[in-house]
């Protein structure tokens, strides 16, 4: 069974999260605040951010907004993006999150990123200690392999540590995960909390109309969203959304979330305004037929043993 994570008084993990790695960039303190506001009105307790987010803004502005109700609140960072996962660099980066956020201990604690370079045995013998000492609670890992997460989980059983939860990239364009990651995470009973639900923003629609933003702005993004199928189909969700009367980022994020696996999708936005939409998933049923319209939007994955005839 998948686990709950708690936060410290005892609430389970509200089914969105939210994603502070615009803090102090493309969403100034003010809109920031309201975002943040926002998702307290609406019960989201998870909040997610990153020692490399902003310089480190993103977690100063966020510890600011979660202090007066910490126990409340389930807080994560992430740490190894830059530096390697090497026990020194893991717990120098560590320890620079925690005083930004004003927390001796933080909730949970991610790898960034597989590191191929770095023992294993290093990196978790690290979050062990961390945990041994009451620093952190659960134990993540983002942007890993399926057999990377495997090798993780029975080297952390080593330290007699679960790894509780990982970060995927997971949305209607980009649905790698549905291969072994969510299946995975389903049998070993991990949390998931996918990230960029809306592409980074393309499945909003506002590409197709002009706009201007994440995809337009940063050559990593446009890269990563830059098939010619993936405006195709975006375009496509906007036709259904309008069909169905709700905003497309209301149904990608609705989406995500009403996957068979019951994944946290982590929403965000630039503004308070964006963020409506989003957080507008939390309360959109979505029934059955339409979940399947829209998969069909986009390339099913090949399950991983390639046998097509096989795909249910
Ligand atoms: N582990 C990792 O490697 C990793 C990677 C990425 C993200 N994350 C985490 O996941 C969180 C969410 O990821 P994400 O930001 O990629 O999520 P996303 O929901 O796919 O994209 C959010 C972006 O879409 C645009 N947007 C949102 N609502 C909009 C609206 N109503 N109209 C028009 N544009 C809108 C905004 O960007 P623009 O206005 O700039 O276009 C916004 O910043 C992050 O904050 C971070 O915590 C983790």
């Not at 952190?136 to 540590?161: E, P």
């Not at 990651?181 to 909390?193: K, R, T, Y």
Request: proline share 5%; aromatic share 8%.
């Amino acid at each position: 069974m998948t686990q709950t994570l708690i936060s410290l008084d005892g609430t389970p993990a509200s089914t969105f999260a939210f994603g502070a790695m615009q803090f102090g960039g493309k969403a100034d303190v003010t809109q920031s605040r309201a975002m943040f506001d926002a998702c307290r009105v609406s019960g989201v307790t998870h909040f997610d951010t990153a020692h490399v987010y902003t310089d480190g803004a993103s977690e100063t502005l966020l510890g600011d907004m979660i202090r007066s109700e910490r126990e409340a609140i389930l807080v994560a960072s992430k740490v190894g993006y830059s530096g390697g996962a090497g026990a020194q660099n893991l717990r120098a980066q560590f320890d620079v999150s925690r005083q930004r956020l004003g927390q001796d201990m933080i909730d949970i604690l991610y790898l960034h990123r597989f590191d191929p370079d770095v023992d294993l045995h290093e990196s978790l013998g690290c979050l062990a200690e961390m945990k041994q000492a009451g620093q952190i609670r659960y134990i993540g890992l983002s942007n890993a392999a399926a057999w990377q997460v495997m090798k993780a989980v029975s080297v952390a059983a080593q330290f007699d540590l679960t790894i509780d939860i990982l970060q995927p990239m997971y949305n209607l364009i980009k649905r790698q995960a549905e291969v072994e990651i969510l299946p995975m995470c389903a049998d070993q009973g991990i949390a998931v909390a996918p990230y960029s639900p809306l592409g980074g923003g393309m499945l909003t629609g506002k590409y197709a109309q002009g706009g201007t933003g994440r995809l337009s702005e940063d050559h990593r993004y446009a890269a990563r969203y830059g098939l010619d199928w993936m405006p195709e189909t975006a375009r496509a969700l906007s036709q259904l959304a309008d069909e169905v009367g709700v905003p497309a980022a209301t149904l990608a994020v609705a989406w995500v979330a009403a996957s068979p696996y019951s994944p946290m999708p982590i929403i965000s936005a630039r503004t308070a305004e964006q963020l409506v939409p989003s957080l507008a998933a939390l309360n959109f049923d979505m029934p059955g037929e339409l979940y399947n319209r829209m998969s069909a939007l986009s390339p099913t994955p090949a399950p991983a043993t390639d046998r097509i005839e096989e795909q249910l």
